[in-house]
C-alpha cells in the first residue's frame, strides 16, 4: 500500500517536471506553440492525476472532474505536435464530443451513481478524441521524429481500445465500485498511462529541440532576403556532396550586369526586388539539375549534379535567358535586367574550389566581352591526363 501511494504522488511530481521543461524550452521556441500546450497539457494532468488519486484531500464530488481534465490533456497533448504543421483537433467535434461526455460524466456521477457508464464514457471519449486527431499525424514525405510521434499516437489510441475491451472482458464494474483506486483496471491504467505520458514527452521535447535546431540552421545557411542558400550554405552542400548531397560535377557563377546602376536609379529596394526575381529564376531554372546559393551582392553560385556535367553549358544558356525574361511587377514592369554566367565543369580529382575560380575567371571574360553572355571555362585536365603526361 506504501508503494501504491508513493506511485501516485510519483504521477504528478514527474507531470509537473515535464510541464516546467515545456514552460523554460518555450521561451526559446518563439512563437509556434507547441511548448506551451505541452506545458498546459501537463499541468493540467498534475491536477487530473491528484483530484482522481488523492480523493481524501478534496470534497468527494472533486474526482468527477478528473476525467473532463484527461479529455484535456488528450486535447491539449495532441495540440502541441500538430501546431508544428499548423494544425490542431478539429475544434467543433471534439467540442461535441467534450460536452455530450461531460454531460453523461456528470449524470452517471451524482444522478444514477453508475460506475459502468462512468468508465466507459471517459474511455469513449478518449479514444474519439484520439481518432479525431490521428490522421493529421500521417502525411507525405514524414520525417522519423514524425513517424515515431504517429506510431506513439497511434499506439496511444490503441492502449484505450484495449483497456475499454479489458474493462468488460475482467468485468471490472463491481471490483471498481468496490475497490476504485486499487482495482487491476485503475492500476493499469495509472501503469499505462505513466509509460504513454513519459513516451509522450519525451517525443515533444525531442520534436520542439529539432525544430529550434533547423530554424538556428536555417538562420544561419539562408539568404534572408532571397530564401536560398547563402555562403554558409553554399559551403555545406560542398561539404556534404556525396552524402547528404548529389556529387557536384559542374560549378556557374552568375553575376547581374550593371546592377550598381539599378540600386542608383531605382533605389535600393527595386534592386532588392530584382535580386529576389534573379533568385526565383535560378531556382526554378535548376530544380532537378542543381543547387543554388546567393554568395553576397548581386553573386550568385550553382552547384550542378555530376549526372548533368555535360549539360551545364546548356542549362546555363537556359538561366541566362530567363533572368533576361524576368520582369518586376506594373508599375515596374519597364525594368529590365540581365546576368553574366561563367561555367566550369569539374575535371576527374579536381576539387569545387578549383572550378569555382575557374568559373569565375569565365565569368569575367563574359563581362568584359559584352556582358549578358555564358562563357565556358576550358576543361582542367584531370589527374589521369597530369600523370600521363609526367
Known amino acids: 500500500m506504501v508503494a501504491d501511494t508513493i506511485f501516485f504522488w510519483l504521477l504528478p511530481v514527474m507531470y509537473a517536471v515535464f510541464a516546467g521543461v515545456f514552460i523554460a524550452i518555450a521561451r526559446a521556441e518563439g ?5 506551451r500546450k505541452g506545458a498546459a ?3 493540467i494532468a498534475v491536477l487530473a492525476i491528484i483530484l482522481d488519486t488523492q480523493r481524501t484531500l478534496f470534497p468527494s464530488w ?3 472532474l478528473a476525467v473532463p481534465l484527461h479529455w484535456l490533456v488528450l486535447i491539449f497533448t495532441a495540440d502541441a505536435f500538430l501546431a508544428r504543421h499548423g494544425e490542431r483537433i478539429p475544434r467543433k467535434p471534439a467540442a461535441l464530443l467534450f460536452a455530450v461526455g461531460l454531460v453523461i460524466n456528470f449524470w452517471a456521477t451524482f444522478i444514477v451513481d453508475r460506475v459502468d457508464i462512468r468508465v466507459p464514457n471517459a474511455s469513449t471519449i478518449c479514444i474519439l478524441l484520439l481518432t479525431l486527431a490521428l490522421p493529421k499525424f500521417y502525411h507525405p514525405k514524414m520525417r522519423m521524429l514524425e513517424k515515431l510521434t504517429a506510431t506513439a499516437i497511434t499506439a496511444t489510441w490503441l492502449s484505450y481500445i484495449v483497456r475499454f475491451a479489458i474493462y468488460f472482458i475482467w468485468g471490472q464494474s463491481h471490483e471498481y465500485a468496490v475497490g476504485s483506486l486499487w482495482s487491476q483496471y485503475m492500476m493499469m491504467f495509472y501503469f499505462t498511462s505513466a509509460i504513454i505520458t513519459l513516451t509522450l514527452a519525451i517525443l515533444l521535447i525531442l520534436t520542439i529541440t529539432a525544430d529550434i535546431v533547423d530554424r538556428h540552421h536555417m538562420a544561419t545557411t539562408v539568404d534572408a532576403l532571397t530564401g536560398i542558400s547563402n555562403r554558409r ?3 555545406l552542400m560542398v561539404e556534404r556532396q556525396g552524402t547528404e548531397m548529389p556529387p557536384i560535377g559542374a560549378v556557374m557563377m552568375v553575376d547581374l550586369d550593371r546592377f550598381k546602376n539599378i540600386n542608383d536609379d531605382h533605389g535600393h529596394a527595386i534592386g532588392d526586388a530584382v535580386l529576389v526575381a534573379t533568385a526565383l529564376a535560378l531556382e526554378k531554372g535548376c530544380s532537378g539539375f542543381a543547387q543554388v546559393a546567393r554568395l553576397g551582392g548581386e553573386e550568385f553560385a550553382i552547384l550542378v549534379h555530376r549526372t548533368h ?11 541566362k535567358s530567363a533572368i533576361a ?13 540581365t546576368a553574366s554566367i561563367g561555367v566550369a565543369r569539374l575535371a576527374k580529382g579536381e576539387s569545387v574550389g578549383d572550378a569555382m575560380r575557374r568559373a569565375d ?9 559584352g556582358r549578358n553572355r555564358v562563357e565556358l571555362s576550358p576543361d582542367a585536365p584531370d589527374e589521369d591526363a597530369v600523370r600521363a603526361a609526367a
Open 41 to 43: 497539457a501537463f499541468a
Open 361 to 369: 575567371m569565365a565569368l569575367y571574360k563574359a563581362k568584359n566581352e
Open 309 to 319: 556535367r555535360d549539360a551545364a553549358g546548356h542549362l546555363a544558356q537556359l538561366l
Open 233 to 235: 550554405g553554399y559551403d
Open 31 to 35: 512563437a509556434q506553440g507547441c511548448a
Open 62 to 64: 472533486f474526482f468527477a
Open 325 to 337: 525574361a524576368m520582369r518586376l511587377d506594373a508599375p515596374l514592369d519597364h525594368i529590365g535586367f
